[in-house]
């Protein structure tokens, strides 16, 4: 079965809260978001379990953190981190300005994806994902 090619524009949102993210495009086997992340959006340690992911600054600045705390990158704009599936991390915006990063994944189709929190949500995390239900 032939697939069309998708056509795609981003512009940052005005919104209420902390974090917004936006899927930008997708195909069966890969997903791009953009998030924009306040301070105050940081997420919890938590793993993907069939995605690897790689993260770009778009404006602002990210630190991202594995097990422990640890630091594994300081990133500015156009700088950026692969994360495989399975790897535990967490990352909170590191700037004024807010954080616009993009998040293109690509799925293992042999390997259910499910997000595994390793940390309790934040409180802004329970909120959003209370909305969704």
Request: proline residues 4%; aromatic residues 10%.
């Amino acid at each position: 079965m032939e697939k069309e090619a998708q056509l795609f524009k981003y512009e940052r949102p005005e919104f209420e809260g902390v974090k917004k993210s936006m899927l930008i495009c997708s195909s069966d086997i890969l997903r791009g978001h953009i998030q924009v992340v306040k301070n105050g959006g940081e997420n919890n340690l938590h793993t993907h379990t069939g995605e690897d992911a790689f993260w770009l600054v778009l404006s602002g600045a990210v630190k991202f953190y594995g097990e422990g705390d640890r630091l594994i990158g300081s990133l500015k704009k156009y700088e950026g981190i692969l994360i495989p599936r399975g790897f535990k991390y967490w990352f909170e915006s590191a700037s004024e300005e807010p954080l616009e990063i993009l998040r293109v994944a690509a799925r293992d189709q042999g390997t259910e994806n499910k997000r595994v929190n390793c940390t309790p949500l934040k409180p802004w995390q329970t909120e959003r994902f209370a909305e969704r239900a």
